[in-house]
């Protein structure tokens, strides 16, 4: 009988090896010498060995599955309770034991994280089942709001699931949503549909109303009315795009026919006015010579002889109107400035006024020199001080007084 720390080879040939519960057989040895036998069945522990070593490995080093490392460990287990191998199979159960534990520890950190991971997944689909609610209340920008629920939609896809009843309930809401969001966009461009309708019919009424009076020949009236219909087209709104192209043409060209006629009857009558313009332009010439006015009464003789001839003239093209009209205002508002300054100067009663102003100061003044005098002889240095300060202010005032009176002579 060979032995071993592990196992056995009894006379028989029959190879046991030695556990915790004691011996057992695991095979027969006839072919050679009891030292082979054992060396055979050492190999087949250290095989197994191997076995549990790479799974120890595996379940240390990488994310093996808690469920796919237990089905691993039990099958080993089985291995090892059954082993035809002589070795420390306690030792192999043990190990399997440890690895037991830590797959389950595993398994409880697995389950942390998936609750967390659920947890989380909830926060962001209540999240976005809350905007897709707000959107469908709220919003009218319809593109990009649409936009919004369909990426909403993506980023709900993209999220963990969860528990299976607050998942549905959650789904219902937003499906929810986006059949109120596309309810509520479909009534709002019925009623814009409904909108631009009234607004096709209205802007028909007003090409109507143009086209009828494109051959007008009342000038002016005609171009009134034409304002006011460019402010109710303003105003109606919009109509779809293609009836308000059509519409627009429409107007557009009764108005052009209108003011192309207007511009060619007007450039005619300002041909014939162009006679009257330069006789205008030698008056304004004449008229602007009066500047700057020195003697009122001639300037105004020359002025109103001026303007008799000016009247005389005639109308001129609308271009130079207002040129020549402001030059001649710009000479005569110069005149009637001159007729007011003099009018100040020879103004007896104004004058009266300025020379008792003048007056009075220069008494005042006379009254304050005495009043230093005194105060200076009797060294009150106080009223020194506020005599000279009244004497500043009342020879100021003084000379500005007779700077007025002056103007009048």
Known sequence: MSTDPWG????????????????RAVGSWQAGEPEEALAYFHRKYDELAGQVQLLEQRVRGTDLAPAQAEASITKLR???????????LDALTRRLDGLTELVAQRREEVKAAREHARAEARVVKERIVGEAERIADETTHWKSGGERLRQLVEEWKAADRIDRVTEAALWKRLSAARTAFAKRRKQYFAGLDEQREGVRSAKERIVAEAEAIAGSTDWGQT????RELMQQWKSAGRASR???DELWARFKAAQDQFFQARSAVFAERDASLAANAEVKEVLLAEAEKLLPVTDVRTARAA??????????????PREQRDRLEGGLRKVDEAVRKAEDAEWKR???????RAQSTVDQLRTSIEQLEK?????????RAKDVKEAEEALIARRSWLAEAERTLTEFS
Not at 10 to 21: F, K, N, Q, S
Not at 223 to 226: K, R, T
């Open 8 to 23: 056995r080879v009894d006379d028989d040939g029959t190879v046991y090896v030695r556990t915790a519960e004691g011996e």
């Open 78 to 88: 089985e291995a090892v309770s059954e082993a035809h191998a002589i070795g420390d």
């Open 223 to 226: 171009a009134a009315i034409y």
């Open 242 to 244: 293609e009836a308000e």
């Open 303 to 316: 002025l109103r002889h001026v303007l008799e001839r000016w009247e005389a003239a005639g109308p001129v």
């Open 346 to 352: 020879s103004n007896p009663e104004a004058r009266a």
């Open 371 to 379: 009043r230093l005098s005194k105060a200076q002889a009797a060294g």
